[in-house]
């Protein structure tokens, strides 16, 4: 049976794309899909060789208006066809779930060693290497040095991480403990092709000058196959020499916009929904949930660096488009090391926003929830949201206590791993027992995160390239990368997991709407799914002048 695409995909939330195509202007469930039985999801072999073609747009990085309009009129005349021959896994047990995997990862190889085959993909004659919808890396600019198997070594695949583990986002630095509790139970169960993963880690503190040093190191003495970094500033401060020196960087841990850029910056992916995509959603919700009190005055605290700035200027475009959805919008930034919050929340408070957003990250999360209800501006507010970056329960919301009740989120669609909701759920459940038997607590999401998040994409994307032809290396792992689909077991059902080659650089383009209840320590899906997989134009990131060019 062949379908269309994007109605496939968009018919559930046709009513709320309706609303943004009519916002934009022009400017820019019960129970996780883990604990259900059913067949494997498509793999990227549905993509086919179509052309995902993006127009390109002033605010790329996020839903467009014109990618929206696309897929509600159904104009996209791109198709895919179901995969009728999949098995039927049982994916109520982790058993079923790691059989769904495999299967996977197998029609992944296929559909790109074919291509290998054919001299469509890979490294041809030329040195150049080539994916689809004309992605392509010229291998002769890499430095005379540089081997595609650098980082490997007959036993190990040397990953290298740079990371928050001091400082106020230093919570983040547990991300990496669950990540490498992932890494222990892969080596324990035999590797990727025999050889076990070894993450070396380096705590930035958050501070873009030390991860400078820090790249610098991993690059020239510790011989690592890829490195993945934490924080805008951090990142945008180091990408373009990690893309010069040809070194994987995938699933960056930051949802900023650049990160999809696979023409300029190839080498370098995210994985996280974008920051410009989450700003239209929070538009999308205004409009949609405060129709009576039109327009409405909102108020951002912004942290004061790069990331806060994707965050400042993605609403700011939805604002100025929108007139009619938003009167006056109001950005307050604050140092990113600040100890309190009280004199940015006393400026906002004072300015009487009907909503008021936290576009910050790490600890800052956690203050902004405390001096929004010690100001008193919480029973004023219609709406108080949280960003995505800040979903965790154990670092930000638990120790708020009620004062974070009823707080919302677009929460990029991932599941917490403490969230009452899901913990029963099979691959929730031997995430957490599997942190519990590596002495780390579980009650720490962010551990789950690590885990379950990231472990889970670095594994799969590395036993596919492994399995390619030539075996395992880096253009091999930027191939499977570039290529890499299929259902994430910590995404809910209905959020897509994917990118594809030149025209879709960015592997979660969808979220919930979600409010936190304080008694149940639980995040409540409201309304539907929202999921624009393949919608969000490419951003080749100005540094200079902020923004997608």
Known sequence: ???????????????????????????????????????????????????????????????????????????????????????????????????SWAYNREKLVAMISEKMDSGEWGVGSDNILRGPTGFEIDLNDCPSDWSDTGGLTADAIRIGHTTAQSGNLAAYGNIAYGWDSYNNYVNENGGIAGRDIELIVKDDGYVAAQTIEFIDELIESENVFMIVTLGSPNTLAVYDT???????????????????????????????MSYSTEAVLWGTWIKQNLADQLPVKVAGLVMDNDFGLAYELGFEAYA?????????????????AAPTLTNEV?????????????????????????????????????????????????????PAGMAADGWWIAGGGWIDSTDANYVDAPYIKFLNDTLAADGLDPTVSLYGTGF???????????????????????????????????????????IEFGAWGASDGYFVEGSDFSQFDATDQAWEQVGDLVDANG????????????GCR
């Open 535 to 546: 919608l969000s134009p490419n951003c080749a990131w100005d540094k200079d002048n902020g």
């Open 452 to 494: 379950g998040d990231y472990g889970w994409s670095y594994n799969e994307v590395l036993r596919v390239a492994a399995e390619l032809p030539g075996g395992l290396s880096r253009s091999n792992f930027i191939l499977a990368l570039r290529t890499f689909s299929g259902h994430h077991p910590k995404l809910q059902e209905g």
């Open 1 to 99: 049976m062949v379908i269309r695409r994007n109605l496939l995909r968009l018919l559930a939330v046709l009513f709320t794309f309706a609303m943004v195509a009519a916002a934009c202007g022009s400017s820019d469930d019960d129970d996780s899909s883990s604990s259900s039985s059913g067949s494997s999801s498509a793999t990227a072999e549905d993509h086919g060789d179509d052309d995902h073609d993006h127009e390109e747009e002033e605010t790329g990085g996020g839903l467009s208006q014109d990618a929206v309009e696309k897929a509600v009129s159904g104009d996209d005349e791109a198709e895919e066809e179901v995969d009728e021959e999949a098995p039927s896994f049982d994916t109520s047990t982790m058993e079923g779930l790691e059989e």
């Open 242 to 272: 990690i893309n010069a020196e040809c070194i994987p960087q995938p699933f960056v841990m930051t949802g900023h916009p650049a990160w999809g850029d696979p023409e300029i910056h190839p080498w370098t992916s995210g994985m996280i």
């Open 320 to 336: 100025e488009g929108n007139p009619d959805i938003v009167s006056e919008y109001l950005p307050v930034r604050h140092d990113p």
């Open 346 to 398: 006393t400026t906002i408070a004072a300015f009487a926003p009907d909503v008021f957003i936290s576009m910050t990250a790490g600890n800052p999360c956690l203050l902004a929830i405390q001096e929004v209800e010690a100001s008193g501006l919480l029973d004023t507010l219609s709406a108080a949201f949280t960003p995505s970056v800040c979903k965790g329960i154990a670092a930000y919301m638990a």
